[in-house]
């Protein structure tokens, strides 16, 4: 075990190294041009399949070359091999029509046309499927460039395709390919020099030969020793293609899909400025992570052609590895470990989440602890202690990434053990301070709450401003395999994140206000509103775009409330515009001073200028309206939204006494609840992951209510005994007017007495 801890440790310094420079490139003054690229695609490859004895090509070319994990996520679910071919084609993502189960289909025939060359000369060839390709593809909305990749050698250069995936790859709109090959056998040095840029399709490796109905043993056992017997044809002709490159030539070889299930695949190149290092993309900003999409635009920019605005891919770079070949891809494994554990655990924990917190408080309060007068008082301790562990999870996933959970045996049970321990830190620390605090943070509801809320923020946001690390493959972070975000502030998070700074800049500025004027708490919720949305929406930090939409109207209603500003109609409207405003100048900076960093924000801008954002915007309203089937319980999530925002609007109407009290206990809680509830409803509208937006903020959100109505001073049913006896005012700004607690007669109201309005 102290060896395993050891390597895990090892490989997170490594990572850690590879922090700083992974934006940088290897390219060094004098570098010979790269002037043949060759595309050599093996179905399924990934670097499990490579060993010294079984694929010497490989491992060679991994040890002189640049090495990285290749994500082939395409539109549906499964990547085949011909999706990935026809990807290339069109430098977007792209597919052939298949079951979302099932086998992936064949690639599409590619036809030599008649007569044809002497033996072993390539020539014209068709692939007849491809008009009817392009149409099924228009559905998808991703501004594909048909036939972008069989242009990059230019309008009088040739580029030659053997096999069928390559012949895919080059093919036309019309389907033409000018230049081909049936089998990468007979490639040769003088065809390898013929044309610029060479695509093989060298095969695929099967990911289930076994017949139905075999023993599970035997069919592992069956298809590894197909895998290991395509693995070694494969290398052989790639052997052959590599002892006859031509000078200043750039071989790329990569896995163009998936097998039977999503993996990270291979990828590796050699040839100049790719000498024993590690691939990078500003695509990712990951050290060892590049798309597919990349491959298209990299092979342009290769052969000195123009790259159109529409392609999202950007060029692949090498950066200093880690160590030798081995702790390279042990880290590399390490990424798909990970990005495994994210696959099969994330619906698991959001449903033990989703139904186990509701549950857990819901049992709370229905186990009578003991009798008498002291029951509700242990009711209420148990409550906060468990809400303040819950409301400290997700803060917890991410701070588990600190130990590299994915090169130890059993990630999952490790990284979901270290977020438990972490969270219980968190909430220890929180409860300490509820305890001990003095003076203005003394008896402070919002104490144990803001504690929580302050860490998260903190960790979150520091996280995004230092190339998001610790959201990796963890419940609330980043899916590596979905291809989504690399970066950044993930769609699960949004609501975490900016409620977290609400309730943060909510508590500060509350302790503020009751020991000062107003002038003294604003600039503290200031900084906390800008920290919070400049390290989401930056575009060298987050570079969220919905995101920062979503949560910049939510600090505008809290500050407007702590300055005692009533919120018009007009108001509401330039509140609500305030974060597409604030995006259009990131983005705008973005796209005319790169030095921000490449990001998606200043890619629409440019889309937008030259007439490509309407196939991105179609793409992501279709997105965000299909997650309102995404499962069967996705119908219920309106519905909860929608009464929790008639709670925090008229929680006296709706006999809520506990909110009640608490609107009159802590002034800004009411403005801090409608801020949340707002950045969860626009987050809803602003992001493609639609109506699951407000459904991730439950980890957070619930307990933290738990948290805030179990700390407020228990009164049997009266006011605090320092509160005015008959009225009490607290701010109403997301309503229009002030909320006013009474109750009748000036006695000591009871339960029912109390009204709000």
Known sequence: MHGTWGRALAIGAALLALAAPASTTRAAAGTPAIRHVVLAGIGGLRWSDMSPGATPTLWRLAGNGSVGSLVVSGIHPLTCPADGWLTLNAGARAAVPHPAAGPCPAIP??????PQPRPG??????VAAMPALIRDNAQFHYDP????????PGPRACATAAGPGAGLALASPAGRVASYLPSPSALTPAILARCPLTVADLGNLPSSPAPAGSPARTAAARTAAARTAAARAADRQLARIAAGLPADSALVVFAPGDGSQP???AILVSGPRFAAGMLTSPSTR?????????LTPTVLGWLRAPVPTAVNGQQLAAIPRPGGLPATLSLLAGQDAAAQVYRQTVTPFYQLVGFGYPALFALIWLVPWGRGASRRSRRRVIARAAGVWAASVPAGTFLASLVPWWALPHPALVLYALAAGWAAVMAAAALAWARWARGRWR????GPAGVVAAVTLVVIGCDLITGSRLAQETPFGLNVLEAGRFYGLGNNALVIYGGSGIVCAAWLGGAALRRGPRRRALPIMAGVSLFTVIAAGWPGFGAKVGGTIAMVPGFLVLLAAAAGVRIS??????????GVALVAVFALVNYFVPVTGHSDIGGFVGQALHGGAAATVHRKIGSNLGSLTANPFIPVIPVVVIALGLMIAWPGRLRCTLLVRAYVAVPLLRAALSAVWLIAVLGWFAEDSGVTVPAAGLPLVLPLIVVILSSVPDTRGGLPANDPPRQAAVPRPALGGPVIVRNAGGQAPDRAGWRIE
């Open 286 to 294: 990951r050290p060892g992570v590049v798309l597919l999409i990349d």
């Open 109 to 114: 025939p590619v036809t030599a046309a008649q």
């Open 569 to 578: 109609a007009r108001r509401i409207l330039l509140a609500a515009v305030s």
């Open 263 to 265: 993996h990270l695949r």
């Open 121 to 126: 000369r390539p020539g014209p060839a068709l």
């Open 443 to 446: 008896d402070d509801p919002l």
């Open 145 to 152: 460039q048909w036939g972008l990749l069989a242009g990059a």
